[in-house]
């Protein structure tokens, strides 16, 4: 996988960090490996769900699948499936994970957070399956960009006001920001602000306390959180997950009781911005939701798809 360039999602370390600490109700793990004599060619996880959706876009899409046990690939925390070689292998690949699904007792088995137009989109829709309009997640080309001030120098003039603004009132109002390595992250305080976020949008526990802390610590120098504290308060945290060439803005947690006339998401977003700068990643992967902020202020929709068949 990391030789095709797949996302963060596909490293033997996250992979690992799920399987012990799975982030939703997973009944069983399934990996799919399609091999050409010795060597592997394609690579898909795959997880026995029933409570398949921690937010709620998958029922909303796939009502007929409600409460029933699918098999699905990848995980819900991961935005970005990816399927190497799709074309030559993608049929062996169907009918392993159908096979699959039926020993699990599934009654549903497909593929979830499919990049509209890529080529395992193409390579499903070639085979007679069709998609269903899931989600957006929000993405943005850092290649070229030299600095943060580069980077507001693309926005609109009101975009880039406004995230000065911002960054000034939050100075005045005793506001720190900082990069940390997950070693030294305030782990709880951070699943604590984040499950606490999560639940503001009923996206009940997409976040569990212990699961989550442990998830978060063994990913290793995979993650980089930034922390948003205000007199010593933690008002904003994210983790941020990196790979060969993108940063993801994986999770974020934000109190919206702060004192002073600031935003701690704007905060944290730059502070986002300028740590993927740092490390030279070429691609600021800004995760789903808040499509208006992240439109504003100079990031793109890649439309995700889930593509389900009964079994």
């Not at 004192?259 to 300028?274: C, D, I, K, T, W």
């Not at 030279?280 to 995760?287: A, Q």
């Amino acid at each position: 996988m990391h030789a095709t360039g797949a996302p963060v999602f596909y490293r033997h370390a996250y992979l690992s960090a799920y399987e012990h600490a799975p982030l939703t109700d997973v009944h069983s793990f399934a990996y799919f490996v399609v091999r050409d004599g010795d060597k592997a060619v394609a690579v898909t996880p795959a997880y026995l769900q029933t409570v398949a959706d921690p937010l709620r876009r998958l029922h909303e899409t796939y009502p007929e699948a409600r409460d029933q046990r699918a098999l699905l690939s990848h995980a819900w925390h991961c935005y970005d499936a990816h399927v190497p070689a799709t074309a030559r292998v993608l049929p062996r690949l169907l009918e392993s994970m159908i096979r699959t699904a039926s020993i699990f007792g599934a009654r549903w088995c497909g593929f979830v957070n499919v990049q509209r137009g890529d080529a395992l989109s193409r390579d499903l829709r070639a085979s007679g399956l069709p998609a269903r309009h899931l989600t957006d997640r929000w993405v943005t080309d850092l290649a070229g960009v030299e600095s943060y001030e580069h980077y507001l120098a693309r926005l609109s003039q009101r975009a880039r006001a406004n995230l000065r603004r911002n960054e000034r009132r939050a100075r005045e109002a005793g506001v720190t920001a900082e990069a940390v390595d997950v070693g030294h992250a305030a782990l709880v305080e951070i699943t604590a602000l984040c499950d606490k976020t999560a639940n503001r949008f009923d996206n009940n526990d997409f976040y569990r306390d212990s699961t989550f802390t442990a998830f978060v610590g063994a990913l290793g120098d995979l993650v980089h959180v930034v922390e948003v504290r205000q007199h010593g308060r933690l008002v904003a945290a994210g983790v941020c997950l990196s790979d060969a060439t993108r940063f993801h803005t994986w999770t974020c947690g934000i109190d919206y009781t702060v004192e002073g006339n600031y935003s701690p998401y704007g905060v944290l977003f730059a502070e986002s911005v300028r740590l993927a700068l740092r490390l030279g990643k070429p691609t600021l992967e800004d995760g789903r939701s808040n499509a208006a902020f992240k439109q504003r202020h100079g990031l793109s929709p890649r439309h995700l798809d889930a593509v389900l068949f009964p079994v």
